[in-house]
């Protein structure tokens, strides 16, 4: 089956290859025709180009010859300087067959797979130049700030030779700048650039005219898997503090970490305990065993049985580590897990967990407190009921059957109930997150302190991630744990995940080294396929087998070995490890063993892709963590190669292949040659949480003496098995964070869409009598379902809501009427309703008018109409994005709790699609009410410290009027009362 399968896929894949071929040879004869041309002739095919698109020529049919015209342009640009990163460099590049046919991949939508090395930078020239050709939006989408400008600069050329346009959007592009840079026909940048700039115009622009982005057009992501797969996990999110803030962080904090103490020393109490008593039965050390009595086996059982429970409450206790070093050790206390694993001793297993205080569980990254624990909690101070939820329906019921209450007072219980429900909620939800902090969260692993700061590392990447930070109170948590300044509670006022950010565009491409492996999760969620293009020259790289040893110890003593004898030959070396802890400890073992090396870790990200691009220097070692400095080149000094090149070593197995491969990718570019090879121990958090429990009694068969490595063909099976069943862990991951975020996608687009209407329309009054209307109908629907059923037609109700909501009369029989129809009942409404809207308006307009002759001659530069218009888009904008961010802030609310529904054998994701909807349902008729109110509402004043007009200058008058106006909607507050 699994044959055939691949033999589709393979001939499709060479199908495509053959056909793309072709069209490489029609690019070349192009370009061939193209070198009799002179310079300006060749420049002016971009102007020629472009006027046969918008004649009808579709970019397939110019694809030939634009790519032609790039390569061309390379020809011509041979030798000359171009400036890159603050060096002049000759410009030595012509797009070689494969990388033409990577370019024609991109152009049709692919993922183009080629090795490090094989120049993806200038691929990507050629798709751009073409659909930039459209005039449409093109961006080229690369992994962080130095590689935008770097590209720009570099790659730019070939577009400022041809007379295109290109600029780099980083996080040092002031705001000022950056709708110029949109409107270049080629933008390099960053995707969290791009994402928050699409946020900050759909969720913070004021006026079309601060919106920055003309569109998506078309898009291609350098390094494509680190940024739709890696990145894809923490949407980008801008958010602002929140009023009232209610977070009880610093005060659980102290008692939390006591309770986490608690648990420490008892499990390191049990671990001692359970190593004294194996020593004394002399099961630690080496040699013979001695026979025991029947009540020292017991009590070697029950040793063994204490380390379980250690496993089961601090995962990471240093005696168990040691322990287990031992696969005899190990085994054995494995086989508890198989024991209580079976049906029959699964209440065995609840009471022997009942003796520690909180449960963890490290694969599937979740606690849970024992009762034990919640009974210290109490006496620690912390409320018993602090882990349990209040059934609010049930107390409400209790309310209204107190028979001696009136309305008022059972009101008035309810609503204390909820407060007091709330903060129970907020409490316990703080408290959750604290322990989470605490149990799972790991400095220098999770997260790094920088400057005072809590900044997550990716796990994938080891980078740090300044600016984001974790959702849902975690960091605050973080914070309140390290003792560093706990950041005040914030508000989501915008939130977009990188996956749905990127489906934006027309069309989508990217290129890497490594995609094959997530090939299916790319064309599931992107609707991408991956092409692997073949390399330039033949690849020289050699793979040496995994080296498995039993322990951390022995594994980095061996790697120590290896550095030593490969530096003794002057080759190169580049180490990848897994994290900043790894890293640093590495190098404290090449520093006592006197080994000159560079350390490129996560803390210092600015100088990574200068050390990255020296690595490839005779003698050089180089430490970094997986992936720092990818998109940067490692090129061999001069006489490496004769001596075997760049040698990698990996110190762990990395969860996903691909990051494994994407270290191996570093050595061995264009043909030169390399070598790598892969260093791990039972002790990485690969093997200790994700293989069976099978193995170990297999290292108990194949164990080596200490020092050396295991070396069984099922070992590596069995931690490939483990990485695939972690990448499709991680993939599902993504898929939830995604599903949950296409619910919310949807409503995004709606949102975004009325506001866009609102900010561009040049009629913005107009928009706000169709609100008016639109309430006015929405809400006859309610009053009037049918004529038939009791309490189904009620003409009262509606005309009371109408006089609550709007300064309206209506008398009891306007709707009253038996031969009224439903939409006879709605056109009264709205006539009446709309009647005395434009009496306010023109109310208004008197009122400016009159403020404008005292202010000045009377020729002030905007017209009243003009004014109003902007004054009632401001409030519609207003309305819109304040009711926007509170709803946010209910779907953050609601996705914390359908998590905790899953007892209740319910869905949560469908728990959530369905209340989500109710929310956005209930957000639309807010929205529209509160615009009804506030359009009621405003009034247009002088403002009130206006200074002497006439002294002032016409041009500084303007300026005065506008600051005034865009002051206007605070007014409001100040209006009724
Ligand atoms: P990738 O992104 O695929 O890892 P880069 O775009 O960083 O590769 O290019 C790697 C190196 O190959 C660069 O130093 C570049 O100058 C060189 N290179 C790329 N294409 C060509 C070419 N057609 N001719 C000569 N050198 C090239
Ligand atoms: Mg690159």
């Not at 064309?523 to 692997?532: D, P, S, T, W």
Request: net charge negative.
């Amino acid at each position: 089956m699994l044959g055939l399968l691949k033999k589709i896929f393979g001939t499709q894949q060479t199908r495509l290859i053959r056909k793309y071929q072709k069209i490489v040879s029609l690019v070349n004869a192009e370009e061939a025709k193209l070198q009799s041309l002179n310079e300006q002739e060749l420049k002016q095919k971009t102007e020629e180009l472009k006027a046969r698109y918008q004649a009808g020529e579709t970019l397939e049919q110019l694809l030939p010859e634009a790519y032609a015209v790039v390569k061309n342009a390379c020809r011509r640009m041979w030798g000359t300087d171009v400036h890159v990163s603050g060096y002049d460099q000759k410009w030595d590049m012509i797009p070689y067959d494969v990388q033409i046919l990577g370019a024609i991949a991109m152009h049709y939508g692919a993922i183009a797979e080629m090795m490090t090395g094989e120049g993806k930078t200038l691929t990507a020239s050629m798709p751009l130049y073409l659909n930039a050709l459209t005039g449409k939006p093109v961006h080229l989408v690369t992994v962080n700030d130095y590689l935008a400008e770097r590209d720009c600069q570099w790659i730019g050329a070939i577009y400022r030779f041809l007379g295109l346009s290109v600029e780099p959007l980083t996080n040092k592009t002031p705001h000022q700048l950056r709708r110029q840079v949109y409107a270049a026909d080629i933008v390099y940048g960053t995707s969290s650039e791009f994402g928050f700039d699409y946020l900050r115009d759909n969720s913070m622009a004021q006026s079309a005219q601060e919106q920055l982005q003309r569109g998506h057009y078309f898009a291609i992501v350098d390094e494509v898997d680190s940024i739709l797969i890696d990145e894809a996990r923490t949407p980008l999110i801008i958010s602002g503090p929140t009023g009232g803030s209610k977070q009880m962080y610093d005060m659980l904090q102290n008692p939390v970490a006591q309770l986490v103490r608690f648990q420490r020393d008892l499990c390191n109490k049990l671990a001692t305990d359970a190593r004294k008593t194996l020593e004394q039965l002399g099961r630690i050390s080496e040699g013979e065993l001695v026979k025991l009595s029947k009540e020292q086996e017991a009590e070697e059982k029950d040793a063994y049985r204490k380390l379980w429970l250690v496993s089961k409450g601090t995962p990471h206790n240093k005696v168990l580590k040691r322990i287990k070093e031992n696969p005899d050790l190990r085994s054995q206390v494995d086989k508890w897990d198989t024991y209580f694993y079976a049906e029959p001793n699964k209440e065995e297993r609840t009471k022997t967990l009942s003796e520690l205080y909180i449960i963890v569980d490290e694969r599937a990254s979740e606690y849970e407190l024992t009762d034990k624990g919640i009974h210290l909690w109490g006496e620690m101070g912390g409320a018993t009921d602090d882990f349990v939820m209040m059934d609010l329906g049930y107390e409400y019921a209790q309310i209204d059957a107190q028979e001696d209450l009136d309305e008022q007072a059972k009101m008035q219980k309810k609503v204390a109930l909820r407060e007091a429900d709330s903060h129970r909620k907020e409490r316990a939800h703080n408290l959750r997150q604290l322990l989470r902090a605490h149990l799972l969260m790991e400095r220098d692993v999770d997260y790094i302190i920088a400057e005072g700061k809590i900044v997550i590392i990716d796990e994938n990447t080891g980078r740090p991630q300044p600016g984001r930070r974790f959702s849902d109170g975690l960091h605050q948590a973080i914070e309140a744990k390290e003792g560093v300044a706990i950041q005040g509670e914030t508000q989501t006022y915008a939130t977009i995940t990188l996956q749905n950010y990127f489906r934006m565009y027309n069309k989508l491409a990217g290129m890497t080294g490594t995609a094959m492996t997530e090939a299916n999760e790319f064309k599931e969620i992107y609707k991408i396929e991956v092409l692997a293009i073949p390399t330039n020259r033949k690849g020289q790289r050699k793979d040496a087998d995994d080296e498995i040893y039993m322990s951390e110890r022995e594994k980095y003593n061996a790697i120590l070995k290896e550095i030593q004898t490969i530096h003794g030959l002057g080759r190169p070396i580049l180490i990848g490890t897994e994290s900043v802890e790894t890293s640093e400890k590495l190098s404290r073992i090449l520093r006592q063993n006197k080994l000159e090396h560079t350390v490129l870790n996560a803390k210092q990200h600015d100088k990574e892709a200068e050390i990255i691009a020296a690595a490839g220097r005779r003698g050089a070692i180089v430490v970094a963590t997986n992936m720092a400095g990818r998109g940067t080149d490692i090129k061999l000094e001069e006489g490496v190669a004769l001596i075997g090149g760049l040698h990698v070593i990996g110190t762990t197995r990395h969860q996903s292949r691909r990051i494994d491969r994407q270290l191996r990718g570093r050595c061995a570019r264009q043909g030169d040659p390399g070598t790598s090879k892969f260093y791990v121990s039972f002790e990485d958090s690969l093997l200790r949480l994700f293989t069976s429990p099978r193995i170990t009694a297999l290292l108990q068969r194949f164990r080596p003496p200490e020092g050396e490595p295991i070396s069984a063909k099922v070992l590596n099976k069995a931690i490939e098995t483990a990485q695939k069943r972690v990448e499709q862990r991680n993939y599902q991951m993504r898929k939830h964070t995604l599903e949950y975020d296409d619910v919310m996608n949807k409503q995004r687009t709606e949102v975004y869409a009325f506001r866009n209407e609102v900010l561009r329309s040049e009629d913005p009054i107009g928009i706000a009598r169709e609100v008016l209307e639109g309430l006015c109908i929405q809400m006859g629907q309610k009053f009037f379902v049918s004529k038939s059923t009791e309490g189904g037609w009620n003409p009262e109700g509606f005309r009371q809501w109408l006089i609550t909501n709007f300064p309206v009369t209506f008398e009891s029989k306007d709707f009253d009427d038996d031969y009224l129809q439903l939409t006879d009942i709605e056109d009264r409404a709205i006539e009446k309703v709309l009647e005395i809207f434009n009496h306010k308006i023109s109310h208004e307009e008197v009122l400016i008018r009159s403020v404008q002759a005292q202010m000045g001659d009377g020729s002030t530069p905007m017209s009243a109409e003009e004014i109003l218009r902007e004054v009632v888009r401001s409030v519609l904008l207003r309305h819109i994005d304040q009711l926007w961010q509170e709803h946010l802030l209910h779907i953050d609310h609601l996705r914390a709790e359908v998590n905790l529904r899953v007892v209740g054998q319910k869905d949560p994701l469908l728990e959530f699609k369905h209340e989500a909807f109710l929310l956005f349902d209930s957000l639309n008729l807010r929205m529209k009410t509160e615009i009804a109110h506030a359009l009621f509402k405003f009034q247009m004043v002088a403002p009130k410290d206006a200074p002497a007009p006439k002294t002032r200058k016409k041009e500084s008058k303007e300026l005065e009027f506008r600051t005034n106006l865009s002051l206007m909607p605070e007014l409001e507050a100040r209006q009724e009362s």
